[in-house]
């Protein structure tokens, strides 16, 4: 039973297409996040989201968008790929005022854009 | 903007010695912190966390210190194990529940 989990693990498209990643949490957490890991290791925040408010970081390009069906679905929509989307994105979710209060991460998906 | 930070990309410890990963953060709001452990391939998992009102907090062999003053806390293992090698990222929540991560600190433990 894997808490969250991502879908593709790998992904591998041209430059200019448009693409999603899927996100699924069976926590019953409300809130869920999208970070992506660059060829530097960092682990930036791109979005956080609750039923309530969607938190976008500034330095997301808009060519981005999260998509939330439902309370433990979170999808990444990425149109027109740049070369330099290339890296790792995590979704993670978390429960907020309850413990425990960290967030739990998926497996990851590899986005290489060619 | 980094407002978590990880200074030392890369630290080795003989098996069975301490290892003190280090972590220095910018935002005083900041109201809890974690450490998490990642392994190739694989998503972050979490491994132990602090709240920002406490100075200390222990499971096992790790414990994690914080000095709010100097902004600053440290993961200690002790004893270290092979299988303790992995990247180990600090990570801080703000109060609108969004987590910051530093850059990862790569530990080896030799055996």
């Known amino acids: 039973d894997t808490a969250v989990s991502q879908t593709p693990k790998y992904l591998v498209t041209q430059m200019g297409n448009d693409k999603s990643i899927k996100c699924e949490q069976n926590?019953?957490?409300?809130?869920m996040y999208w970070y992506k890991q660059d060829s530097k290791k960092f682990l930036k925040i791109m979005f956080s989201?609750?039923?309530?408010?969607?938190?976008i970081n500034e330095t997301v390009p808009n060519r981005f968008s999260p998509k939330s069906p439902d309370k433990a679905h979170l999808n990444l929509h990425i149109n027109s790929l740049e070369l330099g989307d290339s890296a790792v994105y995590f979704c993670?979710?978390?429960?907020?005022?309850?413990?425990?209060?960290?967030?739990?991460f998926g497996q990851g998906t590899r986005l290489t854009v060619v | 903007d980094q407002q978590v930070k990880q200074n030392s990309p890369s630290l080795s410890v003989q098996e069975g010695r301490i290892s003190i990963l280090n972590c220095d953060y910018t935002?005083?709001?900041?109201?809890?912190f974690l450490w998490y452990k990642k392994y190739p391939a694989e998503g972050p998992t979490f491994l132990i966390s602090i709240s920002s009102i406490k100075d200390k907090n222990e499971d096992g062999r790790f414990t994690v210190f914080l000095n709010k003053s100097a902004k600053h806390l440290s993961l200690h293992i002790v004893p270290s194990q092979p299988g303790d090698s992995a990247v180990y990222f600090c990570a801080a929540r703000s109060p609108g529940n969004q987590f910051y991560f530093g850059t990862g600190t790569s530990l080896t433990v030799i055996p």
């Open positions: 993670a979710s978390s429960q907020v005022l309850r413990r425990p209060q960290e967030a739990f």
């Open positions: 989201y609750n039923n309530k408010e969607l938190i």
């Open positions: 926590l019953g957490h409300d809130t």
């Open positions: 935002n005083s709001m900041f109201d809890y």
